[in-house]
């Protein structure tokens, strides 16, 4: 008996009594995790539709007035006392690209000059990008602007250590409220002053969270996929959240909090690598109430190289897994908030979004599906591949109506990274080896992307080491699965799923040679 015949007759030993049980439970299993995920999904989409069609803009909910100079109280000496004292911290990291735009930005901030403090967290390891940054500083002191630099011996909590650390310094202490903004992020002059009067005149509001505008959205195509998926985050989950729960995740940046409550949530940890997330779950359990201003927009950027997408992904999936596994029972056991707020944050904000639809897309779509070529006697019902998956598909691109042509790209690229995500959330719920890894995510700025452009198509397809950096074997290896299930099914199989197969070993073949994102030349 020759290999070819023993290796049939193994798999005709274990296909009925192991394979068939295990895959016809992984079926049933991702058929229901997509139900949980269609109804979340239409669940927001009529959540959102009401909201639209109700009007229910944060100016009405909540109580707004401008500030004015007229309103304040003579007592207090003078007209800027009207104005809150306000905190602008600005993390950096090795922010060659970027650090005049973000400083200049913040520096540019319509609020009274004394009422206003701008803080520059710098935690360089490059001597040359720290005297960049402080000279930078100075040039702005020296026109009158309370700027302040500051540097730390370490690095230690990373971006929420040098938050925590920016938060010790005696002139804090005369701050009522904080703005947050990453290094790539430049509000506009007006933030504060639309901004503000939530905080002001709602004492139980602790975050105004603004939305993100991409300034390279149309860089390549990697980009405008990312602007789909975040624009849906955006322009649905984060306006549900808020409309409905006055609770939604912080993004880090683009944002003001309330000193008290940054301060009765217990301040920055670094348990995590999204110490964002973690700051807006512990001040809602302890009964704070957060507001998103969709039309309140902050220019950032996008990452632009695959690698430096691949960083933030994992870190993005990782963080909040980890965060579910360390605050599941807290949040059971608090007594401030209501069930309805409770069940929302554990099942609705956590267990459906940041757990069940990574793995259901890279488990059910690029594992379970081509394997079931293999076994006819596993019938996938229609609408479980593919009713269910195209409204889901077409509810999240509402979002980008200028990208909907582009929706089968946006899908072949979400299933590639599927994989990454599903990989670090499982290290995030097993708290494994990877859970704490932090990797600034890459800024190249607009000047540099222009100088780049032209070397990067030009040399680097010719460096065969470069080349070999850009190889992915995990996609390669997805890629040739795929592809080899793609071939069965034509041969062998009822034929139902080659298309998809072979569109998606495509897809994962391009990602698995580098081909996609900027290109940047060393």
């Known amino acids: 008996m020759d290999a070819a015949e023993q290796l049939a007759l193994m798999w005709r030993q274990i296909r ?7 895959l016809r439970a992984s079926v049933a299993v991702c058929l229901a995790m997509c139900v949980i995920l269609f109804v979340e999904k239409v669940y927001m989409a009529v959540v959102i539709t009401a909201v639209r069609l109700l009007g229910r803009r944060p100016e009405r909910q909540w109580r707004w007035e401008p500030v004015r100079e007229d309103d304040a109280d003579p007592e207090c000496g003078g007209s800027n006392s009207a104005y809150p004292m306000v905190l602008v911290q600005i993390p950096m990291y090795n922010e060659r690209e970027v650090y005049q735009l973000s400083i200049g930005a913040a520096c540019g901030l319509s609020w009274p000059s004394d009422r206003i403090v701008i803080q520059v967290l710098d935690d360089s390891t490059d001597h040359v990008i720290k005297e960049l940054v402080q000279m930078e500083v100075q040039r702005w002191a020296r026109k009158g602007v309370n700027i302040k630099y500051e540097i730390r011996d370490n690095r230690r909590g990373y971006k929420a250590g040098a938050l925590k650390e920016g938060m010790k ?8 409220f904080v703005a947050i903004f990453d290094a790539d992020f430049q509000p506009e002059a007006d933030f504060l002053r639309r901004a503000m009067p939530f905080l ?3 004492p139980e509001i602790a975050l105004v969270q603004g939305r993100w505008r991409f300034v390279n959205a149309d860089e390549c195509l990697m980009t405008r996929m990312q602007e789909m998926s975040l624009d849906y985050h955006f322009k649905v989950e984060q306006e549900v959240g808020s409309s409905t729960y006055a609770f939604f995740g912080f993004n880090g940046t683009a944002g003001v909090w309330r000193i008290s409550a940054l301060n009765e949530a217990g301040g920055w940890k670094d348990r995590t690598t999204v110490e964002d997330m973690d700051l807006a779950v512990r001040a809602s359990l302890k009964g704070w109430k957060f507001v998103y201003l969709g039309d309140l927009m902050v220019k950032s950027e996008l990452p632009s190289t695959f690698k430096a ?8 999936s990782c963080g909040p897994a980890n965060l579910f596994r360390k605050m599941f029972m807290e949040i059971v056991r608090n007594k401030k908030v209501t069930l309805r707020k409770k069940i929302y944050v554990i099942y609705n904000f956590f267990f459906v979004r940041k ?12 594992l379970v599906i081509p394997a079931t070529v293999f076994v006819p006697e596993i019938e996938i019902p229609r609408w479980g591949y593919v009713y269910i998956p195209s409204i889901i598909t077409l509810l999240n691109a509402v979002g980008t109506p200028r990208s909907v042509h582009l929706v089968i790209f946006w899908v072949l690229f979400e299933n590639v990274m599927s994989i990454h995500r599903t990989k670090a959330t499982f290290i995030g719920l097993l708290e494994a080896g990877r859970v704490n890894e932090w990797v600034v995510t890459e800024k190249l700025g607009d000047i540099l992307k222009m100088k780049l452009q032209s070397k990067a198509s030009k040399k680097l397809r010719t460096k065969i080491r470069e080349i070999r950096e850009r190889l992915h074997l995990l996609e390669l290896g997805v890629a040739a699965y795929i592809f080899f299930c793609g071939c069965y099914d034509i041969f062998f199989g009822k034929g139902h799923y080659y298309i998809f197969l072979f569109m998606q070993s495509i897809a994962f073949f391009i990602v698995g040679v580098g081909y996609v994102g900027t290109l940047v030349s060393r």
């Open 355 to 366: 757990i069940i639809g990574h793995i259901l897309t890279s488990v059910f779509y690029c």
């Open 309 to 316: 997408f691949r960083y933030q992904q994992h870190r993005w």
């Open 16 to 22: 009925g009594p192991v394979i068939v049980p295990v």
């Open 169 to 176: 310094h005696g002139y804090v202490r005369d701050c009522d």
């Open 200 to 202: 002001i005149h709602n």
